[in-house]
């Protein structure tokens, strides 16, 4: 048998040659016709290079990450609370407003309809309500002002769903708190044109688009400075609020408009009022990315 020697001796290969295509698997490694695998070579100096600029911009991603964390810890203990305070502001505003409205609509209804009617309280302030005489709750009467509020409902919806997408791209380019306030500022004109009984009330919240804009704004606020781990919380203390100021709102506007109807009507928009200044308090925090970004750069400088 011959030995690997006696090839070597007579000039022949051991090794037989392979006639493989050449198969580029990886730019790094090709594999040759004697089955070889050689590494195209990189240079170091490249891979220096490509190791220093993923480093710097994972150093760059964490300093921009730590700054936009402090800005929102920062700033979450105080828009919070005014997130809550607005929202409970709001909803007990309008639940006072509905009681005496909707009892002022009908004593208005029904001397409309039925001129002969008088009041049993006649030498009482509460005398301009007609809720107590029965010709008041007559079908005439309540399909009428069922009809009325119905349309109301109606109007109230419309603003809503023409300005949400404009005044959503607004609040990406203006801000959060611009938005929030032409929205509060709306809704708080609407209310005072209901405590005077006019038409076409809803046309105020093209103002901001109304309550949809203002409770859009309010969760955005919250989306902005909160953890998503966190969010599902504050979504929950924020309905509670609402929730909160539905249900008190029932026995304080029922209690006040046994001496006047005007009495629950005049708090709730003293309430509104107090929302619509609130909403200025809110901090800007639509600029933050912006802000955390520039901090960066100028540490960069300094260094």
Not at 11 to 23: D, K, M, N, R, T
Not at 75 to 90: A, E, N
Not at 131 to 150: F, H, I, R, T, W
Not at 254 to 275: E, H, N, Q, Y
Request: with cysteine.
């Amino acid at each position: 048998m011959a030995s690997y020697r006696d090839f070597e001796e007579e000039g022949v290969s051991p090794v037989p040659e392979l006639s493989y295509a050449v198969i580029d698997i990886n730019p790094r490694i090709t594999y040759t016709a004697r089955g070889r695998a050689d590494t195209i070579a990189t240079s170091s100096i490249d891979t220096a290079i490509e190791f220093n600029a993923n480093n710097t911009y994972d150093a760059d991603l964490e300093q921009y990450n730590s700054l936009l964390e402090a800005q929102r810890k920062r700033l979450k203990p105080k828009i919070i609370p005014l997130c809550l305070g607005v929202m409970f502001l709001l909803e007990l505003s309008v639940a006072l407003s509905v009681p005496p409205t909707n009892a002022v609509e009908e004593s208005i209804i029904c001397r409309n309809l039925h001129p002969d009617v008088v009041s049993e309280f006649a030498n009482n302030t509460a005398s301009i309500l007609l809720s107590d005489n029965p010709v008041c709750k007559e079908e005439d009467v309540q399909s009428y002002l069922a009809m009325l509020q119905g349309w109301q409902a109606t109007f109230d919806c419309i603003p809503s769903i023409l300005m949400t997408v404009p005044f959503g791209i607004l609040s990406d380019k203006w801000g959060r708190r611009p938005v929030l306030a032409l929205a509060m500022s709306g809704t708080m004109l609407q209310m005072f044109a209901l405590a005077t009984i006019l038409w076409l009330t809803s046309s105020f919240l093209l103002i901001g688009g109304g309550g949809g804009i203002i409770a859009a704004m309010l969760y955005t606020f919250i989306s902005d400075i909160v953890p998503i781990a966190e969010r599902a919380t504050l979504f929950f203390q924020m309905h509670a609020t609402y929730l909160t100021a539905r249900m008190i709102s029932g026995p304080i506007a029922g209690s006040l408009m046994v001496k006047s109807p005007w009495i629950p009507l005049l708090i709730s928009l003293g309430l509104i009022t107090l929302a619509a200044v609130t909403s200025l308090v809110f901090p800007e925090i639509q600029h933050l990315k912006a802000q955390a970004s520039s901090t960066k750069r100028l540490d960069n400088d300094d260094n």
